[in-house]
Structure formats: C-alpha cells, structure tokens
C-alpha cells in the first residue's frame, strides 16, 4: 500500500470537463480556478450516514433499503453451538467469509442491522451488539414469538418505508411469513428454506448473498437505466475505494449498483447478473516475463480467477470491461509508456512551455563498458533515475534508485530490464493528474527534491528507493529552500491537451499521470503513467460523481459501438 505519509498534499482541484469519449474532442470547459491550498491530506470522510446520525439503528430507518442479518447467518455454528453441561460457554466468533460481507456490507449505502433472539445468552448477544457497532450497522433483538407478535416495532414500521430484506441461515416458517406478509424479502442461506412458491429465496452460500441482494435490488427499482458493476480488484483497493463510497449497493446517483466478483464462485453464473466488469487486472498478475516486451496476453500470467474473466471477455467482445485488457497492457510496461508519452511531444506549440517525456535508455544489464556510450547516444547524462521495465502489478516494479555517476551502476539492485530516465530538477513538487471519464483532476503533492540536494546525502552509493513506500520526498527545510526559488509554474493548457490525446490514445476510462515542471527550462514533463490510480487526493465529493459517470459513459459508449 503506497504510504502518502511523508507527503503533504498542497491541493489545487480543477475540474476540466468536457471531453466525451465518443465525441471528437472539443474545447475543455474551465472548472473553478485552481487555488494552491495547503490541506492537511483529507481523511477518508466516514459514510454518509455515520455523518447524518450517531445511533446505528436510526441510521437504517432512513435509508431506502434495509437489510437485517439474522445471527444465525453471522455466526460461526460449530463454535455458538452451545456448551456441554461441564464445558465453559464456546466465546462466539464470526463463521468464515461473515467479516468481508459485513466489511463489503458497511460501505454499501444500505441500512443494515443485526438481529437475534431476545433470549440468546448475553456472551452472544454482547459480540452482536458489539459487531454492530464496529460496522455502525442497527441492532435488534427480536422479541419471543407470543401468539402473533413475532416482529419487534422498528422491523414493522420499517416495513412501512420502502424495500426490506431478511436474510437468515436459520428456519422459522411463522417469522417468514410474517415478515412476507409486511413485504419483506426473506433470504435462506445454506439452508433449504420453504418450498418453491414459498416466496423464500434460497442460496446455497454467504458469499452469494451480496450478488443476490444486488439482483433483487435491482429488480425493485424496475429500471432498465439500472446497471450492475461487478468488480474485481485487491481487497486493500476495493477497501479504498468503498470507504469513499464508490461501491453503493443501492444505485449510485447515476443508476449503477456494485457488487464484488467472487473467485470462489462459479464466475458465469455471476457474469450473466452484471453489465459490466471494473477490474484492476495487475491485482490478479501472478508473474510477468520480463524478458519478452509485454503484449497481453504474451508475457503475463494471471490468476486463475481472472484467467476465467478474460475467457469470457474473449467469448464475449461486446460485454462492456473497465478497461479492455489490451488497452490497459502498454501501461505495464515502462519502455511503452515512455513511446506514448514521446507520441505526445508533437503537443509543443511556440509561447508555450514544451510538454515532452524524460530522455530515457533501456538498458537489459548495469554494465558500465558498453553504457558510457549508450549514454551518449541517448543524451543522458547524470543525475539518473532508474526504474524497473515493468511498471506495476509485481511486488518490485517501484524499486527504483537514483544514481549519480556511472560506477554506482555495478551490483544496482533496481530490477532488469530497467529504463534510465532523465532526472529532472523540479523543486520537489509533482502535479498528479487524473483523467475519470470525461473530467480531468490534479492535485500537487510533495516530491524528490533536486538532485544535488539527494547527491550530498547519498555519498558515492546510489539513493535506492521503492517509489510507494519509502520516496524520498524534500523534507521540510528542503520544502522552504524551494519554495524562496522561482519555480516555473504550470500551464494547464498544455496539460489539458496532454489529458485529451491520451484519453484518445489509450482507450482507457479512468487513468493517471504524473508531471514535473523543469526547473530552469519549464518544460513539463510526464514522468509516469497509471491505469486506474487510487486518485486519493480528490475529494469524494467530486470523485464519485465523476467516476460513477465515467463507468457508465464507458458503458453506453460501448453499446453505442455495438448498435452501429
Ligand atoms: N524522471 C524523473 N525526474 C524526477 N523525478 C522523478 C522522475 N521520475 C519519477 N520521479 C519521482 O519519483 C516518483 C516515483 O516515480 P514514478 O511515478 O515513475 O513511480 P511509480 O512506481 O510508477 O509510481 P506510481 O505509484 O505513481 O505508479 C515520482 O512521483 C516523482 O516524485
Ligand atoms: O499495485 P501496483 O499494481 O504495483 O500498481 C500501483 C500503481 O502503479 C500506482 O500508480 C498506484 O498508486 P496511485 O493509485 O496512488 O497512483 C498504486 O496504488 P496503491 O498504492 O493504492 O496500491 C498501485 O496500484
Ligand atoms: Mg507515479
Ligand atoms: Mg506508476
């Protein structure tokens, strides 16, 4: 996980929007004028409805959807099952696979709570009470049937608000049909619940539960605008993203529902439910070749999951994927994205500052005899930053080093092949711009400081580095040298046009890219290029609006292709 931990975010949102993917490029419309702010890195605002209501069970009250989670569901059977008369009472736990569902179920903008039996002992009902308040989710216990009172007050007046849903592992024909006849949706897992016309919908597993929540979701909202985004990425990603919101349940504002793919479900039977696949596929990369120039699927092994994914994308080419696998394939590889990124150098137009990529060298070995010359050849001289070819989805692909002089090549341990890249002076302070759909995003953020002041804390020893956990960003007294320097500001029209042509370039939906601004020349310059970056710097509040309508933008433009 990158740590931003030594980076102060000095933020400048612009939101340039105009561009659609399946128009012709026209002029970007100016957002709001940026303002160079210095923000403390915004924390991950807490759900909306944490924010609206401390207590967990009013929460679920005034949100369209509910779902209440029976204990039976939740907790481990083999451990609640009771004590033997001379055994101490079992310490109840979660059955395996209940914490990512409550985790998943947390950030889903549905109104969730727990609810057991009044009469189930207080060590279990104490960790369900306590479980829902981790997750912020109600907690109810429901009262013993007497006669017909079978629904405690709030599950009734729930009823009366909008779409309920019950989901237990446990059987009980009369609270069924009581909650039925209140209109509730009543889930049986792994438990053969009722018979056909029961109305009880029966899942064989509680990994299935979240799919099976969205189809019926889906169908009370009876809107075909509705879509259903399955996704698959990393849980430390997916866990990123969701505490921003940007996986609602309930639809989004724009009509989609998220749901997590499963790779310990049959993948068809999930891939006939959605209408789109979000993925970040270097999450699921088990090894890339690094002596073969990567072309998916040449070089690339995935994991079995997402070796089923793209078998079914190959089955079926009109499905809409977030992105297509080979438009995402260039980004991988360091030496492609520097061909890209020269692409662009045409952009330069006079009175404008040059927009262009470093000078870089691949080179497939450190050693020095022969790379004086290539040097020479490619018009680097030193200071150097070298990174390995492969740019992400493998444990090295960020462990980089800056060398100073050509003996401090031998036993380099950046990762072979390498690019050598240009080190370019530029006051320690990198402009990250994110391309979401039809919107650009930029957020200055603290960077390498200029390589003499690297060089005088490195000795004659390269300064090696991994670029997501230990960057070696200017520290505070470097910041101030800086900041007295005149650092050439940037131009964001250039930029802009930089975001347009590689929005056309790449096919791709939601990217990034990294630029320096040369102190001295001014030239700016793209240092990297990232295919669905975390885009952490933007705030929610402009970031899921703008990614929620890049998938689906994504999604009609694709369809548009396919009708024509
Ligand atoms: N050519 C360069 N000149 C000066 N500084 C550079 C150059 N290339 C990279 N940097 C600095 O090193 C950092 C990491 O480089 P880069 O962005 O290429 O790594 P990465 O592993 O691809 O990072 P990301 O997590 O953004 O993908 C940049 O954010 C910037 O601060
Ligand atoms: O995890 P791999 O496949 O090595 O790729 C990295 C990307 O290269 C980086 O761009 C991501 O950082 P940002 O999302 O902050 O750009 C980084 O995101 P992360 O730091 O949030 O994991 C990674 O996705
Ligand atoms: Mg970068
Ligand atoms: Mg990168």
């Given at each position: 996980m ?6 102060k975010?000095?933020?400048a ?21 940026a303002?160079e ?39 481990d ?47 279990v ?9 981790l ?22 007046e ?12 446990r059987?009980?024909?009369d ?31 509680l ?45 989004s ?19 006939k ?107 680097l ?34 990762p ?21 759909g ?80 040369q ?5 700016h ?18 970031a ?21």
């Amino acid at each position: 996980m990158k740590t931003n931990k030594n980076v102060k975010v000095l933020s400048a949102f612009r939101h340039l929007s105009a561009m659609r993917p399946q128009d012709p490029p026209g002029p970007l419309t100016r957002g709001p004028t940026a303002q160079e702010l210095l923000l403390p890195p915004s924390p991950a605002p807490t759900p909306k409805a944490e924010q609206r209501d401390p207590n967990p069970a009013a929460m679920a009250m005034e949100r369209p959807v509910r779902l209440v989670l029976d204990a039976s569901l939740l907790l481990d059977p083999v451990v609640s099952g009771g004590a033997g008369p001379h055994e101490a009472a079992p310490v109840p736990t979660l059955r395996p696979g209940a914490e990512a569902l409550l985790r998943r179920l947390r950030h889903s903008n549905l109104g969730v709570a727990i609810c057991h039996p009044e009469e189930m002992p207080t060590t279990v009902s104490g960790f369900l009470e306590m479980t829902a308040n981790l997750y912020s989710f109600g907690y109810i216990s429901l009262p013993a049937p007497t006669g017909n009172n079978l629904l405690n007050e709030s599950v009734l007046e729930w009823s009366g608000s909008s779409c309920c849903f019950y989901a237990t592992s446990r059987v009980d024909e009369d609270l069924f049909s009581e909650l039925q006849s209140h209109n509730w949706r009543v889930i049986a897992v792994d438990n053969e619940c009722g018979t056909k016309d029961s109305g009880v919908v029966n899942i064989g597993k509680l990994q299935e539960l979240l799919i099976t929540l969205s189809i019926l979701i889906k169908k009370e909202m009876a809107s075909s605008s509705v879509l259903m985004v399955g996704y698959a990425m990393k849980p430390s990603r997916e866990e990123d993203f969701a505490k921003r919101g940007a996986f609602p349940l309930y639809p989004s504002e724009n009509g989609l529902i998220f749901v997590p793919l499963s790779f310990e479900l049959p993948l068809a039977s999930q891939l006939k439910e959605v209408d789109i696949i979000l993925h970040k596929m270097t999450d699921e990369i088990i090894s890339i070749d690094p002596n073969c120039s990567i072309s998916f699927p040449r070089g690339i092994s995935f994991s079995a999951g997402m070796s089923e994914v793209i078998r079914f994308m190959e089955e079926h080419p009109d499905f809409c994927i977030v992105d297509p696998f080979k438009n995402i394939s260039p980004l991988l590889d360091r030496l492609q994205i520097q061909e890209i990124l020269v692409r662009l150098q045409e952009l330069g137009s006079e009175g404008r500052p040059k927009l262009r990529a470093p000078h870089s060298l691949k080179v497939i070995n450190f050693n020095g005899s022969e790379l004086q010359k290539q040097l020479a050849e490619a018009n680097l001289s030193f200071p150097l930053i070298v990174k390995p070819q492969v740019a992400c989805g493998v444990a090295d692909a960020h462990n980089m080093a800056l060398v100073f002089q050509i003996e401090e090549f031998s036993n380099l341990s950046v990762p072979l092949p390498a690019i050598l890249q240009e080190y370019i002076d530029h006051g320690s302070k990198i402009f990250k711009f994110y391309v979401i759909g039809d919107k650009v995003f930029h957020a200055v953020k603290n960077s390498m400081p200029n390589a003499n002041l690297l060089k005088s804390s490195s000795g004659d020893e390269p300064l090696t580095f991994n670029s997501l956990k230990t960057l070696p960003v200017a520290t505070k007294e470097q910041l101030l040298q800086n900041s007295v320097q005149d650092n050439k500001s940037l131009n964001i029209d250039v930029v802009e046009e930089a975001a347009k042509r590689l929005k056309e370039s790449l096919g791709l939906t939601i990217f990034g890219f990294d630029v320096v601004v040369q102190e001295g020349s001014g030239d700016h310059v793209i240092v990297d290029l990232n295919y669905l970056p975390s885009f952490k710097e933007v705030p929610d509040s402009e970031a899921m609006p703008a990614f929620w309508d890049a998938i689906r933008q994504a999604y009609e433009s694709k369809k548009g292709k396919v009708q024509t």
